[in-house]
T-cell receptor
Framework: DGGITQSPKYLFRKEGQNVTLSCEQNLNHDAMYWYRQDPGQGLRLIYYSQIVNDFQKGDIAEGYSVSREKKESFPLTVTSAQKNPTAFYLC???????????????FGQGTRLTVV | KQEVTQIPAALSVPEGENLVLNCSFTDSAIYNLQWFRQDPGKGLTSLLLIQSSQREQTSGRLNASLDKSSGRSTLYIAASQPGDSATYLCAVLKYNFNKFYFGSGTKLNVKP
């Protein structure tokens, strides 16, 4: 089955640690995204990538880093510089790398990150 | 910047009612609008996609309309069921960008 796989489902981070969230898609989509969701709030864009080896900052990129070395993979690292990392993280993809009518977003099942 | 607003934030209805969820956006220069469903602790499931040239889309008991000029979309759910209980989010894909802008969602509770 085609889809987006995020792992792990739950992740616990100690103060000062970096952690990496995995996102893999087998949909052959060009574009991939990372969103953060906090209770009662909409999704906020962290980073997005329109094509392999290229990515752009979203609205809340501080304290996060990404890479896009393969079309199917877009890992997100939450660094120690992110002061409030506890949240639900969602990865998404869309077929087109540039804006196009009919571009539909597909989501993974999310990773819940908790600072302990 | 594109702002997306969803009203109401929460809605509780008895089973069988027809209901309408609202989504408004400030910039009408969009490629499309997408409605999602999110169950607690889960990812988003796409329900309907309306392209900018379309006025509405239907899937089963769901009907979504789009009025781009007024910056509004509605999601109509017919004959609601307890299984429809979830949070519903709308998102727009802004013209000339490749970013989706989301509303904060409407949390729906359908009581048996």
């Amino acid at each position: 089955d085609g889809g987006i796989t995020q792992s792990p489902k739950y992740l616990f981070r100690k103060e000062g640690q970096n952690v990496t969230l995995s996102c893999e898609q087998n949909l052959n989509h060009d574009a991939m995204y990372w969103y953060r969701q906090d209770p009662g709030q909409g999704l906020r864009l962290i980073y997005y990538s329109q094509i392999v080896n290229d990515f752009q900052k979203g609205d809340i990129a501080e304290g996060y880093s990404v890479s896009r070395e393969k079309k199917e993979s877009f890992p997100l690292t939450v660094t120690s510089a992110q002061k409030n990392p506890t949240a639900f993280y969602l990865c998404a993809s869309s077929i087109h790398g540039t804006g196009h009518t009919g571009t539909e977003a597909f989501f993974g099942q999310g990773t819940r990150l908790t600072v302990v | 910047k594109q702002e997306v607003t969803q009203i109401p934030a929460a809605l509780s209805v008895p089973e069988g009612e027809n209901l309408v969820l609202n989504c408004s956006f400030t910039d009408s220069a969009i490629y499309n609008l997408q409605w999602f469903r999110q169950d607690p602790g889960k990812g988003l499931t796409s329900l309907l996609l309306i392209q900018s040239s379309q006025r509405e889309q239907t899937s089963g008991r769901l009907n979504a309309s789009l009025d781009k000029s007024s910056g509004r979309s509605t999601l109509y759910i017919a004959a609601s069921q307890p299984g429809d209980s979830a949070t519903y989010l709308c998102a727009v894909l802004k013209y000339n960008f490749n970013k989706f802008y989301f509303g904060s969602g409407t949390k729906l509770n359908v009581k048996p």
